[in-house]
């Protein structure tokens, strides 16, 4: 399975940005996904996880009430809305999926991951 990150851009603090992850091939629809972030010179962290029909998802803290992932399973994709951006949001997201329906928080959980796409806030 092949994951494309994609959506990523430079926004003003409070504006908003919606993150694609487009899949080829593979049994993505049977797949949990994660979105996951690093910012310069931090380790990569969770951002938000979703479940192979999108009945349950899971937040980070630091994005919870912002972000919203979901999934269009007929489309292969999985999506991030990135809603009141803060500054400290700026890094280089990930998409990454797993074997399994469910998901996960932890990275080492996932089995496939996607290029980066950046994302820059301005204050």
């Known amino acids: 399975v092949q994951l494309q990150a994609s959506g990523g851009g430079l926004v003003q603090a409070g504006g908003s940005l919606r993150l694609s992850c487009a899949s080829s091939?593979?049994?993505?629809?049977?797949?949990?996904v994660g979105w996951f972030r690093q910012a310069p010179g931090k380790e990569r962290e969770f951002v938000a996880a979703i479940s192979w029909a999108g009945g349950t998802t899971y937040y980070a803290d630091s994005v919870k009430g912002r972000f919203t992932i979901s999934r269009d399973n007929a489309k292969n994709t999985v999506y991030l809305q990135m809603n009141s951006l803060k500054p400290e949001d700026t890094a280089v997201y990930y998409c990454?999926?797993?074997?399994?329906?469910?998901?996960?928080?932890?990275?080492?959980?996932?089995?496939?991951w996607g290029q980066g796409t950046l994302v820059t806030v301005s204050s």
């Open positions: 990454a999926g797993r074997r399994s329906r469910t998901p996960k928080l932890a990275q080492y959980e996932y089995d496939y």
């Open positions: 091939g593979g049994t993505f629809s049977s797949s949990a």
